[in-house]
């Protein structure tokens, strides 16, 4: 490791430790108590709406169901396996718990930004609606530079965490499936994001409609049928997730899982990495949502956290805790995480189950490089305007191709900086805007409760 790959890691482990993640924390803990449990009172309700409901007569550039695919097109992403492996690799099974503690208070954080989002979004030159977390800083809390400092941090992590290490995975997983040369994926990468970029929201939309719900279903039956398998084991992994998230010894040979305060970390951040709740990247995409009020798409945004993490992240860390295969090493000594962690861990119960991460790997990579894409070109357009758009896009087309061959250990722990970076503006506006946020709550329960009246006098 050169020595500024060491410095960069160094920044990178002190923001995402216990700075950020108490923050994070706090923020989801204070409103989901301003909103008194809302991700838990109407978590049926924004799954159904999330599925069923259309409102293309309202204002917005894509329907509510494109919205919330492209939100999830940038959140299950190689995390949803590379990182929940490496996770629990080095924080133990009870990372496993921490990331669903966090997941839950992130609902509502998920929930708050999409309220902002929507409420303070705005027209851009070619009538294309713009919104996230630079519009409800700078026409919300009044703050410009902190919107500013968040657009210029969230261009820069789309190229970086959303494009070139999504590149690297798909490269590296496609040499593995095929042999393929990675610069040949590069250049196959460019054409296929060039091609759905350069048609803008609706065309990203469209894509994410049909690639991401064919994707999830994809990982998550190849996911139950290694749980089905080894069905014996369940019971026993479950006891240990649990075990460990409040013990100091790792119950099934997790290799740096011996203290509590690794199994929370690592689970918390995870977490976050997958659902996006606090980073202020998906509300980016909320915005874009055709939505009568802005309650209705913050209850599908909120529902876009519980299928990542409750559900996609959660089949990940469940079949690893089944195989038995945590501890272990490779031949060269190295212990066993990240993707390979994964990948044999279904191969232990599918004689295919490697040829499921790997293609889940190829399509969760494509789809978070089209959903970061989204978020860096609207954060560019917030700093220079419509005409920069052209520009970010070809930039970040061409990114691919260096991005699928190069080493990325530098630019990774660069990214993650950025990221982390991305939220401290965030996690501010949600808290000082947090008036506004329970406010529009109180409007849009009253407006269900109408609408549940009139269909009560209907029937």
Same mark, same amino acid.
């Given at each position: 490791?050169?020595?500024?790959?060491?410095?960069?890691?160094?920044?990178?482990?002190?923001?995402?430790?216990?700075?950020?993640?108490?923050?994070l924390?706090?923020?989801?803990?204070?409103?989901?108590?301003?909103? !008194?449990?809302?991700? @838990?009172?109407?978590?049926?309700?924004?799954?159904?709406? %999330?599925?069923?409901?259309?409102?293309?007569?309202?204002?917005?550039?894509?329907?509510?169901?494109?919205?919330?695919?492209?939100a999830?097109?940038?959140?299950?992403?190689?995390?949803?396996?590379?990182?929940?492996?490496?996770?629990?690799?080095?924080?133990?099974?009870?990372?496993?718990?921490?990331m669903?503690?966090?997941?839950?208070l992130?609902?509502?954080?998920?929930?708050?930004?999409?309220?902002? %989002?929507?409420?303070?979004?705005?027209?851009d030159?070619?009538?294309?609606?713009c919104?996230?977390?630079?519009?409800?800083?700078?026409?919300?809390?009044?703050?410009?530079?902190?919107?500013?400092?968040?657009?210029?941090?969230?261009?820069?992590?789309?190229?970086?965490?959303?494009?070139?290490?999504?590149?690297?995975?798909?490269?590296?997983?496609?040499?593995?499936?095929?042999?393929?040369?990675?610069?040949?994926?590069?250049?196959?990468?460019?054409?296929?994001t060039?091609?759905?970029?350069?048609?803008?929201?609706?065309?990203?939309?469209?894509?994410?409609?049909?690639?991401?719900?064919?994707?999830?279903?994809?990982?998550?039956?190849?996911?139950?049928?290694?749980?089905?398998?080894?069905?014996?084991?369940?019971?026993?992994?479950?006891?240990?997730?649990f075990?460990?998230?409040?013990?100091s010894?790792?119950?099934?040979?997790?290799?740096?899982?011996?203290?509590?305060?690794?199994?929370?970390?690592?689970?918390?951040?995870?977490?976050?990495?997958s659902?996006?709740?606090?980073?202020?990247?998906?509300?980016? %995409?909320s915005?874009?949502?055709?939505?009568?009020?802005?309650?209705r798409?913050?209850?599908?945004?909120?529902?876009?956290?519980?299928?990542?993490?409750?559900?996609?992240?959660?089949?990940?860390?469940?079949?690893?805790?089944?195989?038995?295969?945590?501890?272990?090493?490779?031949?060269?000594?190295?212990i066993?995480?990240?993707?390979?962690?994964?990948?044999?861990?279904?191969?232990?119960?599918?004689?295919?189950?490697?040829?499921?991460?790997?293609?889940?790997?190829?399509?969760?990579?494509?789809?978070?490089?089209?959903?970061?894409?989204?978020?860096?070109?609207?954060?560019m357009?917030?700093?220079?305007?419509?005409?920069?758009?052209?520009?970010? !896009?070809?930039?970040?087309?061409?990114?691919?191709?260096?991005?699928?061959?190069?080493?990325?250990?530098?630019?990774?722990?660069?990214?993650?900086?950025?990221?982390?970076?991305? %939220?401290?503006p965030?996690?501010?506006?949600?808290?000082?805007?947090?008036?506004?946020?329970?406010?529009?709550?109180?409007? @849009?329960?009253?407006?269900?409760?109408?609408? !549940?009246d009139?269909v009560?006098?209907?029937?």
């Amino acid at each position: 490791m050169t020595s500024l790959e060491s410095w960069l890691l160094k920044i990178e482990n002190w923001i995402w430790g216990a700075p950020l993640l108490v923050l994070l924390t706090a923020v989801g803990l204070y409103l989901t108590i301003g909103l !008194r449990g809302i991700q @838990f009172r109407y978590l049926i309700y924004s799954l159904k709406l %999330a599925l069923t409901r259309q409102d293309d007569k309202a204002e917005g550039d894509i329907s509510q169901f494109q919205s919330l695919m492209t939100a999830l097109a940038g959140m299950i992403g190689i995390g949803s396996i590379t990182g929940v492996a490496t996770a629990i690799a080095i924080g133990g099974l009870g990372s496993l718990f921490w990331m669903w503690m966090a997941s839950l208070l992130g609902m509502a954080t998920k929930y708050a930004e999409a309220i902002l %989002a929507v409420k303070y979004r705005t027209l851009d030159e070619k009538g294309e609606m713009c919104g996230g977390p630079m519009y409800y800083l700078s026409r919300g809390l009044k703050s410009k530079w902190l919107a500013l400092f968040f657009a210029f941090m969230g261009a820069v992590t789309a190229l970086g965490t959303g494009n070139m290490v999504q590149a690297n995975s798909i490269a590296g997983a496609m040499k593995q499936l095929v042999s393929l040369d990675p610069m040949i994926t590069g250049i196959v990468l460019t054409a296929l994001t060039g091609a759905a970029l350069f048609g803008g929201i609706k065309s990203i939309g469209k894509v994410s409609s049909w690639l991401v719900p064919s994707m999830a279903l994809f990982y998550i039956l190849g996911g139950i049928l290694v749980l089905i398998v080894k069905a014996h084991a369940i019971p026993s992994a479950l006891a240990a997730i649990f075990q460990e998230a409040f013990t100091s010894k790792a119950a099934l040979g997790g290799v740096a899982g011996s203290g509590i305060m690794a199994a929370i970390q690592y689970g918390v951040s995870r977490s976050v990495f997958s659902t996006e709740a606090g980073l202020g990247s998906a509300p980016i %995409a909320s915005a874009a949502a055709k939505t009568d009020v802005p309650g209705r798409q913050a209850m599908i945004s909120m529902s876009g956290v519980f299928i990542t993490s409750m559900i996609v992240c959660t089949i990940t860390g469940l079949a690893i805790a089944v195989s038995g295969l945590l501890g272990q090493t490779t031949a060269d000594g190295q212990i066993l995480t990240g993707s390979s962690l994964a990948l044999l861990a279904f191969e232990s119960a599918l004689p295919y189950g490697g040829l499921v991460v790997t293609i889940s790997i190829i399509l969760f990579g494509y789809s978070t490089i089209l959903g970061w894409a989204y978020y860096g070109e609207k954060c560019m357009e917030y700093m220079f305007g419509i005409r920069i758009i052209n520009w970010y !896009r070809a930039l970040f087309t061409l990114v691919l191709i260096p991005g699928a061959v190069m080493s990325l250990q530098t630019v990774w722990s660069l990214a993650n900086i950025m990221n982390g970076l991305m %939220a401290f503006p965030n996690l501010v506006g949600l808290f000082g805007l947090s008036a506004i946020v329970f406010q529009e709550t109180r409007s @849009f329960e009253k407006l269900l409760k109408f609408e !549940r009246d009139e269909v009560k006098e209907a029937s």
